[in-house]
C-alpha cells in the first residue's frame, strides 16, 4: 500500500493526476465516526509531515495525525483506504 504522505505529495505536485475533488477520509477519535472533507479545506505546515489542521464548525483549529486518515476519493471514487 502506497503510504498517505507519498499520496498526499503525488496530490499536491502531480499536476495531472492532482487534478479533481479530493476528499479524505479521517476517523474522529470523539465520535468513533469516519468524517470525510474536502481536501482543500485542509492544511498542511510545510515542516509538520505528520498531521494536518482543519477547522470545525465553531471555527476552532484542530491538528489531527495523517495515521488517522482512512480514506482518499478522487471525483467520488475510492483511490486509496485503510482498514479502521
Same mark, same amino acid.
Not at 499520496?7 to 468524517?35: A, K, P, Q, T
Not at 483549529?61 to 476519493?73: G, Y
Given at each position: &500500500? !502506497?503510504?498517505?504522505?507519498?499520496?498526499?505529495?503525488?496530490?499536491? /505536485?502531480?499536476? *495531472?493526476?492532482?487534478?479533481?475533488?479530493?476528499?479524505?477520509?479521517?476517523?474522529?477519535?470523539?465520535?468513533?465516526?469516519?468524517? *470525510?472533507?474536502?481536501?482543500?479545506?485542509?492544511?498542511?505546515? *510545510?515542516?509538520?509531515?505528520?498531521?494536518?489542521?482543519? &477547522?470545525?464548525?465553531?471555527?476552532?483549529?484542530?491538528?489531527?495525525?495523517?495515521?488517522?486518515?482512512?480514506?482518499?476519493?478522487?471525483?467520488? !471514487?475510492?483511490? /486509496?483506504?485503510? *482498514?479502521?
Amino acid at each position: &500500500m !502506497t503510504p498517505i504522505q507519498e499520496l498526499l505529495n503525488r496530490i499536491r /505536485w502531480d499536476e *495531472e493526476f492532482g487534478r479533481g475533488d479530493f476528499v479524505i477520509g479521517y476517523h474522529d477519535r470523539f465520535d468513533d465516526s469516519l468524517v *470525510e472533507v474536502p481536501l482543500k479545506a485542509l492544511s498542511f505546515a *510545510e515542516d509538520n509531515h505528520f498531521s494536518f489542521e482543519i &477547522m470545525d464548525d465553531e471555527g476552532v483549529v484542530h491538528s489531527v495525525p495523517l495515521h488517522r486518515i482512512k480514506a482518499v476519493r478522487k471525483n467520488g !471514487t475510492l483511490i /486509496w483506504h485503510r *482498514e479502521h
